[in-house]
């Protein structure tokens, strides 16, 4: 049995992702989420033509409308944020109330702490949260300020 990921944000950072999900992440299916449909079908074929089966689909989500991320990510085991930064604090909140892992490319350190804080809330839910996983910006800004 394999993995369930979303990926919210169609763009390069979230298409290598969701190769890299599919090639070595064991996963049984990725949700390409984006606020274009039409970009998420086009990285979906792109990452199944890559890796040789379906297993990428396309899912309409607009980070200003929290219902259709949450329509997206629901039964993910993990969801990986590809959005500007600034939506990380709002897709954690999200992922939290879905009961959904979360990792994200980072890039604000503030936004990070703020994320760092619902640590309670993340562990009543059953989740990890772990922002800031992109180089940089991202865990190298992070490292540097603690």
């Known amino acids: 049995m394999g993995y369930r990921y979303a990926v919210v944000g169609s763009c390069r950072q979230g298409t290598a992702a ?3 999900f599919a090639k070595f992440g064991e996963a049984d299916e990725i949700v390409m989420a984006d606020m274009s449909l039409a970009q998420a079908k086009r990285v ?3 990452v199944n033509k890559l890796v040789g089966r379906r297993v990428a689909r396309p899912a309409h989500a607009d980070v200003m409308k929290p219902s259709t991320v949450l329509k997206a990510i629901k039964g993910a085991d993990v969801m990986l944020s590809g959005v500007p930064y600034f939506f990380n604090l709002g897709l954690t909140k999200l992922a939290i109330r879905a009961g959904v892992s979360m990792v994200d490319f980072g890039g604000n350190t503030g936004v990070v702490r703020k994320q ?3 640590d309670k809330q993340a562990r009543k839910a059953g ?3 772990i922002p800031d996983c992109g180089m940089g910006p991202g865990l190298n800004i992070t490292m540097s300020v603690y």
Request: charged share 15%; glycine share 8%; proline share 0%.
């Open 18 to 20: 969701a190769y890299d």
């Open 116 to 118: 760092l804080a619902l």
């Open 127 to 129: 989740v990890g949260i």
């Open 44 to 46: 979906s074929a792109r």
